[in-house]
């Protein structure tokens, strides 16, 4: 239900935006997600759109860098991430999440995409 693209390799300081193609409405679920998990940890929430009313908010890792936004006409997540740093390697998610997606927690949120891998060098 959600298929993730745009990952792939890049050089530090460069660019890249990812997709999320969903077939859920994306007015009828409370959040949306991006994720990531890096080689040997575990997952974490980076970036979340409110489905509704489209406030975003980030982590701290990606704040100022990254921008979460949503085409509901597309039925599409994005995430455009500039001024890409080695530490952002990592498999990236998207996910739709219910009434406490506002966590991003990833066990708050319900569906979930294959991933999608981003290499910064």
């Known amino acids: 239900q959600l298929v993730e693209s745009g990952g792939g390799s890049v050089q530090a300081g460069g660019s890249l935006r990812l997709s999320c193609v969903t077939n859920?409405?994306?007015?009828?679920?409370?959040?949306w997600g991006w994720f990531r998990q890096p080689p040997g940890k575990e997952r974490e929430g980076i970036a979340g759109?409110?489905?509704?009313?489209?406030?975003?908010f980030y982590a701290d890792s990606v704040k100022g860098r990254f921008t979460i936004s949503q085409d509901n006409n597309k039925n599409t997540l994005y995430l455009q991430m500039d001024s890409l740093k080695p530490e952002d390697t990592a498999m990236y998610y998207c996910?739709?999440?219910?009434?406490?997606?506002?966590?991003?927690?990833?066990?708050?949120?319900?569906?979930w995409g294959q991933g999608t891998q981003v290499t910064v060098s």
């Open positions: 996910a739709a999440g219910g009434l406490e997606g506002w966590r991003l927690l990833p066990e708050v949120f319900d569906d």
């Open positions: 859920i409405n994306m007015r009828k679920r409370y959040y």
């Open positions: 759109i409110h489905g509704l009313i489209g406030s975003t």
